[in-house]
């Protein structure tokens, strides 16, 4: 399985912009960048993927670098609601035989935000 | 539509005891995994069942077991507790089509005393 790494902790002010970086450098070229979430006390919770260009949701944006070796998930405006571990994670394509309900998590990364 | 449930939320245990765990998926989605999650290890892939069977299976001993039925539904068992068995076990249902989300339940936290 291929490795991500990440930060151990980042800190932003509410209301601004943060940006968290992911290292994937053995990424292979079918495999899809997935962001994932874990509030305190709570599940993770899927926020985001991509393959090569980036994506866009309500609650996130995914920049995926050219080379792909690399992504960043944007929070346009964080609130304390989004104090949580980020976590990056390679995935298989969708109907491959590698596309399975196997998450492998990292450290992730510990997002605080300060009022 | 209803989410992922796990049952019990909570549980106490002795060594060397066993214990069962349930987990409910998504309405319509074929495939369960499970996770266990300590603040030493974070988060780690137990094992996953699609259609009744084990799909993937993460390194953990043999006392770590588990099982699908027809209905999706799935169960783990853990037998002759340890201490170390101690931690929060969450499951996560995935339809396995073309949608790749996972969906996790809040977890079950065990206790091993």
């Known amino acids: 399985d291929a490795k991500t790494t990440q930060p151990n902790s980042m800190e932003s002010n509410e209301e601004e912009p943060v940006h968290l970086p992911c290292n994937h450098s053995?990424?292979?070229?079918?495999?899809?960048i997935h962001w994932y979430r874990q509030l305190p006390s709570q599940g993770p919770e899927y926020v985001i993927h991509?393959?090569?260009s980036n994506v866009n949701n309500r609650m996130a944006s995914l920049a995926i670098a050219e080379d792909r070796k690399s992504s960043t998930l944007i929070l346009h405006r964080a609130t304390l609601r989004d104090a949580a571990v980020y976590y990056c994670?390679?995935?298989?394509?969708?109907?491959?035989?590698?596309?399975?309900?196997?998450?492998?998590f990292g450290q992730g990364t510990t997002l605080q935000v300060k009022p | 539509k209803a989410g992922v449930t796990q049952t019990p939320r909570y549980l106490i245990k002795t060594r060397g005891q066993q214990v069962t765990l349930s987990c409910s998926p998504i309405?319509?989605?074929?495939?369960v995994s499970w996770y266990q999650q300590t603040p030493g290890q974070g988060l780690q892939f137990l094992f996953e069942y699609f259609s009744e069977t084990q799909r993937n299976k993460g390194n953990f001993p043999g006392r770590f077991s588990g099982r699908q039925f027809s209905n999706s539904r799935s169960e783990m068992n853990v037998s002759t507790l340890e201490l170390g068995d101690s931690a929060l076990y969450l499951c996560a249902s995935t339809w396995t089509g073309t949608n790749t989300e996972a969906f996790f339940g809040q977890g079950t936290r065990l206790t091993v005393v």
């Open positions: 309405s319509g989605h074929r495939s």
């Open positions: 994670i390679l995935r298989g394509p969708p109907g491959g035989s590698s596309n399975t309900g196997k998450l492998i």
């Open positions: 053995t990424i292979s070229g079918t495999d899809y």
């Open positions: 991509g393959l090569t």
